[in-house]
């Protein structure tokens, strides 16, 4: 049975580069259908693309995640290779991202496209940019207990049962953060291989700032542990507020055995009111863990019957 492969290329104002990204890959997977999707931009993105023969679409909502949420809605193949659009990410290691996805003996449901392993340190002239990703892949991993060697890169492949189970909620450009997570909390078979990775060429502009976009993919990461992990989250803060009470509390119990009295009130109050939160922080977490496990067990049946929809489609 032939298999269907989708080539995803989010682009925002890339004419330098779109139309050799999209004549390599073309070459690189000439089975494949090669989609550009355009996110309003203003140079002759369109046109190259088009002329190159790529399909494409258009975004109005302005946002990488954005893209990325129109793509999976709209899109049906076996496999989904999601690349930039920069001329960063060479197509000669597409076949071989693919067939992790359509080989029957190994069936991943996300290939990551491994850049800092290999060229990306020596390429990247940004520091801010070197140091933002290993301090990502350093929380991801200690969050939610992974190894995890490159977490941002913009070079992956899909499954067809991840892209139609995958809920975007990022806008921008932390959609690949959000995707990691998600497949770590949801147990998705995850491969991990090596990457080339080349520099922006000259007269091309990333779209990536460094300390608003740096900040929100670091919001996204404890707004995520939150959610995945609530009974972790809130029992974190539930032990700080129970150190802080023990503080002020026991050496007000230590003067009541010594002495028989409790002169200070009020700091007795305060120790008592900081115990009831670090109770109810906890609570919270409970709670919130029943729901989170929950939510999983629904998410195994959803992903059954999207198994099922897609071979009826077949």
Known sequence: MTKNIAVLIPCYNEEKTIGKVVKDFKEALP?????????????KTVEIAKKC??????????GKGNVIRTMFREID??????????????????????????????????VIGDRLSSTYFKENKRPFHNFGNRLVRGLINYFFKSD?????TG??????????????????????????????????YIIEDTIE???RPKGSTSKLN????????????????????????????????????????????????????????????????????SVLLLTIGVILDVIVKKDRQNFELMLI?????????K
């Open 148 to 152: 995890i060697k490159d977490i941002m």
């Open 155 to 188: 070079y992956r492949a899909f499954s067809y049962e991840f892209v139609k189970t995958f809920p975007v909620l990022s806008k921008g450009f932390e959609i690949e953060t959000e995707m990691t997570i998600h497949s770590l909390d949801k147990n998705f």
């Open 53 to 62: 023969g790529a399909v494409v679409r258009h975004e109005h909502r302005q």
């Open 31 to 43: 089975d494949a259908t090669i989609y550009v999707y355009d996110n309003n931009s203003t140079d």
């Open 77 to 110: 193949a076996d496999c989904y290779l999601m690349v930039d659009g920069d001329d960063t990410y060479p197509a000669g290691d597409a076949r071989k991202l693919c067939n992790y996805v359509l080989d029957e003996n190994i069936k991943a449901d996300m």
């Open 305 to 313: 019957r999207t198994k099922k929809d897609k071979y009826e489609k």
């Open 210 to 277: 460094t300390y608003s976009d740096g900040f929100k993919v670091i919001k996204t990461i404890f707004r995520l542990y939150e959610e995945y992990r609530p009974k972790k989250f809130f029992g974190l803060f539930s032990f700080l507020f129970f150190l802080l009470a023990l503080c002020f509390g026991v050496p007000v119990f230590i003067e009541y055995f010594n002495t028989g009295l409790v002169p200070r009130f009020p700091t007795l109050f305060f120790s008592l009111f900081l115990l009831a939160i």
């Open 197 to 199: 990775y080349r520099d």
